[in-house]
């Protein structure tokens, strides 16, 4: 490998941890969060995203990775991610968008979550919220 083909290589993976580790800065943005409740005792907190009109549809956008996007700290996490990244187009095109993070009980993450009953009860409870919304 050259030189200038190692450089390379090493800013585009610079650029690539930067993108996926650096989040995304909600300050001016669009995106609304919110927090509902969704078991006892549980909160869950989503980025609500609106359409310029009325929704044709409503969509929720789950994160890959661990699913943890840290809302409460006013950057979103996994920018890198290309649902959380994209959430603003999927809304220009007449959706009503929510992209989930991890439940309060997951400070962690949705590791050995994302199959359990109980995120499915948080699942609808975002339904529930779209729903009200539109």
Not at 20 to 48: C, E, H, K, N, S
Not at 73 to 99: D, H, I, T
Not at 103 to 115: E, N
């Amino acid at each position: 490998m050259t030189r200038p083909q190692v450089r390379s290589g090493a800013l585009a993976l610079i650029l690539a941890g930067a993108l996926v580790l650096g989040g995304v800065d909600l300050a001016g943005a669009a995106d609304d969060i919110r927090t509902i409740p969704t078991r006892p005792g549980v909160t869950q907190a989503f980025i609500l995203v609106q359409s310029r009109g009325a929704p044709v549809a409503s969509v929720i956008l789950f994160a890959g990775g661990n699913g943890l996007l840290a809302l409460g700290s006013g950057k979103v996490g996994l920018g890198g991610n290309f649902l959380v990244r994209n959430r603003a187009r999927f809304a220009s095109e007449g959706l009503l968008v929510a992209v989930m993070d991890a439940p309060s009980d997951h400070p962690s993450g949705l590791d050995g979550f994302r199959t359990s009953a109980a995120h499915a009860d948080d699942i609808r409870a975002v339904i529930a919220a779209l729903k009200q919304e539109a």
